[in-house]
């Protein structure tokens, strides 16, 4: 049987732990992602809405880790967030560029164990210098959130906010809620794009 001081020590430590991946969520950190991501396509994308469970899961991030979305919202595609589980900490990396005007949608819900997923309250937004929908306010209360879907909508045009190289951070606080801290790369001048959520 472990020890008070065993347990405090273990209890501290992570503690630690997920200070230091909330630090890194919060500063753009991503040195301490550790686990090997996954590369997610445009075909793979767009098979996840509406698709199967195999095609949910090839479309899923993997959480302490780096993944790439190749989108280019050629059509509308989704991809999926993990489980959240307190202190996880994953980035999605935009390679695609996505300059057709159709939804991509990052669920937080559907996929394997995720079913009770939410965004937290919380204002989604990027230095865009107040550029019309590049802020989004997630649904319900601080106690009570109620999003489950951050939905990207590009222009048909070179000058969306969420370019090339953009990185989308996801930090959980508290089982079973995702928070959201978008580093966007515009192209162009990234006066088009908008985020909604639902």
Request: with cysteine; net charge negative; charged share 15%.
């Amino acid at each position: 049987m472990s020890s008070s001081k065993e347990i405090l020590a273990y209890a501290r430590k992570d503690d630690n732990t997920r200070q230091s991946t909330q630090l890194d969520f919060l500063t753009g950190y991503q040195g301490n992602l550790a686990g090997t991501g996954i590369d997610i396509t445009q075909a793979e994308s767009a098979a996840a809405v509406g698709g199967s469970a195999a095609q949910i899961l090839a479309a899923t991030c993997i959480k302490d880790a780096v993944n790439t979305w190749a989108a280019t919202a050629a059509a509308a595609v989704d991809v999926y967030l993990p489980p959240a589980v307190r202190g996880d900490h994953l980035v999605l990396d935009v390679t695609g560029d996505m300059d057709e005007a159709n939804a991509c949608t990052i669920r937080c819900v559907g996929a394997v164990g995720a079913a009770s997923n939410v965004y937290g309250k919380q204002v989604v937004g990027v230095n865009t210098g107040g550029i019309a929908g590049s802020a989004v306010e997630t649904l319900g209360t601080a106690a009570a959130p109620t999003s489950v879907n951050l939905i990207y909508t590009p222009a048909a045009a070179n000058t969306n906010f969420l370019g090339i190289g953009s990185m989308i951070h996801f930090y959980c606080p508290k089982d079973n809620q995702w928070l959201v801290n978008c580093r966007a790369v515009p192209e162009g001048t990234g006066a088009t794009g908008a985020f909604t959520t639902t």
